[in-house]
């Protein structure tokens, strides 16, 4: 059985691992525990917790629990002092505090949600993330860096604060790992920090497994302004440690409401200039566009990107090259 390892975080992992948990796979994420916006950022400010957002996310999409648990886990507050916050993360944070460590809090998680795969946090260490722009601008904190930057500059290192080990599970399923799936999702706020951790990219270099990028839809303000296929390439294979042998591309046409919509937020599709800027792995152009409606809960506060990748169609092309 392929032992196919997902590293990410938040919507982006949720697609990839709800489509491929149904497969006989050895299914793993390894998951940024970096987030400090929203429901996750009110936590871990009042309690002390590990950010617990991104780890729901992973375990419910790996679930084969009762649409009731996973609808529980998802379900955000919409009013009150609870407004904004959401179950899972809560009983996360809860799991936190009662639990000896926080292995116990995945394992009784996973039991509650019958999860089919593992979730690692790549981390356990309590750190930020920080960027530094080519003005020389740095930012520190995940929230910062994500919600309504308004810097248009081009980030030029990106690094955590303090300085974090890895959890020694996420050092073990890269060395065990068959496939790596690298994306889809924020560049720097959801995939680089994974392989931040002191260890993580010499890791990664050093494992012969393929590695599949998935290239985002559109690009992110304040974080990937302007950047064509080539640059998220250049800037994966800087953190990641070694250049993706496959790279998953949409092709199909995205609606101009839509469009519109992530003009107004200064953000655009991403160009596909990889056969022109000299990439000689696989390039796998696919229509992978969801066009179901997007729906924003009340209580969300945060602002969400409403274009996203196709569960089905995604996994039926990441299978091809599992």
């Known amino acids: 059985m392929k032992k196919v390892t997902v590293f990410g975080g938040g919507t982006g992992s949720y697609v990839v691992l709800s489509g491929l948990k149904s497969r006989r ?7 940024t525990m970096m987030d400090s916006g929203g429901s996750t950022g009110r936590l871990r400010d009042q309690l002390g917790v590990l950010p617990p957002g991104d780890l729901r996310q992973c375990l419910v ?40 460590n926080y292995n116990e809090v995945i394992e009784t998680a996973s039991y509650v949600l019958q999860t089919k795969g593992k979730v690692i946090p790549v981390t356990f260490e309590k750190t930020h993330l920080g960027v530094t722009y080519d003005n020389g601008k740095r930012i520190i904190g995940e929230t910062h860096i994500d919600e309504n930057n308004p810097e248009p500059g081009v980030i030029t290192n990106a690094f955590l604060e303090p300085k974090a080990i890895p959890n020694p599970q996420s050092l073990t399923r890269i060395a065990e790992s068959d496939r790596f799936i690298v994306g889809p999702g924020d560049l720097y706020t959801s995939i680089i920090p994974n392989f931040l951790p002191q260890g993580i990219k010499e890791a990664m270099h050093r494992s012969p497994a393929r590695l599949i990028y998935i290239l985002n839809l559109m690009t992110k303000h304040g ?16 953190y990641v440690g070694r250049q993706p042998d496959i790279v998953i591309v949409n092709n199909a046409a995205v609606p101009t409401d839509i469009l519109a919509w992530y003009k107004s937020h200064h953000e655009r599709l991403v160009e596909n200039d990889l056969i022109s800027t ?14 179901t409606k997007f729906k924003r809960s009340k209580g969300d506060k945060l602002t969400r990107s409403i274009l996203r990748h196709d569960t089905d169609k995604l996994a039926k092309v990441l299978l091809q090259y599992i």
Do not use: C, M, P
Request: aromatic letters at 10%.
């Open 223 to 238: 974080q990937t302004t302007d950047y064509k296929a080539s640059h998220h390439l250049k800037d994966i294979t800087h």
């Open 278 to 291: 000299g990439y000689q792995g696989t390039i796998v152009e696919a229509d992978l566009v969801d066009r």
């Open 25 to 31: 796979l050895d299914l793993a994420a390894i998951v």
């Open 61 to 100: 999409a790996l679930s084969d629990a009762s649409t009731l648990w996973r609808e529980l886990f998802l379900y955000r507050f919409e009013s009150g002092d609870l407004a904004g916050h959401n179950f899972g993360n809560i009983f996360l944070s809860a799991l936190e505090k009662v639990s000896s």
